[in-house]
């Protein structure tokens, strides 16, 4: 456990030098959604450092073709085919599966030491501001299990007539995976429960809990809590299921993407006439735009601008009072100026009378006391 605990805070200190340096119709809806977009190729379907899946040493059963493999036989035959897949893909496999478990356990780690268990320095270095190195935040944990699964499916669409095959299958019947006491495993093929339970993290934001083991010396293998399930049911005085912890991040979305390959979903009712709704608005906007006449700027003007005249001096140094102002000149700035808001004129039928024009006695009255004679009389 101390060799854990110095891990994180060496971690922690790594990434703070890292810091420190860097400082229409319903077919048509659904190709609208994506919904049959599945499985085409693309130039990103590949990366220069995937792993080339090795041959497979079974072919599919016939029961795939016959797009029924529910009997006994064909599902014995359907496992044997499953663990075929599973060994042409066996590096990309165990990596994805590694990077699995090693987010899994990252995760509760962070809510165990959350809990009081360890410090709050190991709590916040296995955290989300965790540092983004190995042994750092969970977050970084799941990153590279993304790339992980990605990569594991780019390896499963250059399998010919082998990975494709079993995933379109379960795609198609994914109860065939599920066995009589409601778990998943049944036809025992590791590459789709890597893919579904990738899909089911991304879809639901909750990877608390799982079924992995919590708090784990690396070098001893010893842990503190077996499993995180139990731990969590604990946590929440022995509920049988408690509610999942849900961790609501963008960086899950990556793995939502998985859930294109191996769910089969269907648009509702109220999704297609919300879409069909939405075509027609941008059909609308699109023949407003390109099929109706426009008003352009500058063409077909009305009216030609009313000529400006303005004071000026010549390059002879003469004066002109009453010039013409040439458009686009620099003084042609305000020519194009209005008054929008004109006031109206002002008339004035009588005036006051000046009080230099009245009488003498009077302008007497205006003087201050001190300055006035005995009288006002001249």
């Not at 503190?224 to 509610?243: F, N, V």
């Not at 269907?266 to 390109?290: G, I, M, N, S, W």
């Amino acid at each position: 456990m101390g060799l854990h605990a110095s891990a994180a805070v060496s971690a922690t200190t790594t990434a703070v030098a890292v810091h420190d340096a860097l400082a229409g119709s319903t077919a048509n809806v659904r190709r609208g959604l994506g919904l049959l977009a599945r499985g085409s190729a693309s130039s990103f379907s590949s990366c220069p450092n995937d792993l080339v899946p090795q041959p497979l040493t079974k072919q599919p059963p016939q029961c795939i073709d016959d797009d029924d493999c529910t009997s006994r036989e064909d599902l014995f035959e359907l496992r044997k085919f499953s663990k075929a897949v599973d060994k042409s893909l066996a590096e990309a496999l165990q990596r994805t599966q590694e990077a699995r478990q090693t987010f899994e356990r990252r995760v509760c780690d962070y809510h165990y030491a959350s809990t009081g268990a360890h410090s709050q320095a190991l709590a916040d270095a296995c955290g989300p501001n965790g540092p983004m190195v190995p042994g750092g935040s969970y977050l970084y944990a799941l990153r590279r299990w993304s790339n992980a699964v990605h990569m594991l499916h780019r390896a499963c669409t250059k399998s010919q007539n082998g990975c494709n095959t079993i995933i379109n299958y379960l795609r198609e019947h994914p109860d065939d995976d599920i066995g009589a006491a409601g778990t998943h495993g049944k036809t025992q093929s590791k590459t789709w429960t890597e893919l579904r339970v990738a899909c089911e993290v991304g879809e639901t934001r909750s990877p608390v809990p799982n079924d992995s083991p919590v708090w784990c010396d690396e070098v001893t293998g010893l842990c503190e809590q077996k499993s995180c399930r139990t731990w969590w049911r604990e946590m929440h005085k022995g509920r049988a299921k408690p509610k999942p912890w849900v961790d609501d991040r963008v960086d899950y979305d990556d793995l939502r993407d998985v859930c294109a390959w191996v769910k089969n979903s269907k648009p509702t009712d109220e999704e297609l006439h919300e879409y069909q709704h939405k075509l027609l608005d941008e059909v609308a906007k699109t023949k407003e735009e390109y099929c109706i006449p426009r008003w352009v700027e500058g063409y077909c003007q009305t009216e030609a601008p009313a000529t400006r005249r303005a004071r000026c001096i010549l390059k002879t140094g003469q004066r002109c009072e009453r010039g013409v102002v040439m458009p686009g000149s620099e003084n042609d700035d305000t020519s194009d100026w209005a008054e929008r808001f004109e006031e109206a004129p002002v008339q004035v039928e009588v005036a006051p009378l000046p009080v230099c024009l009245l009488p003498t006695p009077a302008v007497c009255l205006w003087r201050p006391r001190r300055h006035r004679a005995g009288d006002c009389f001249l």
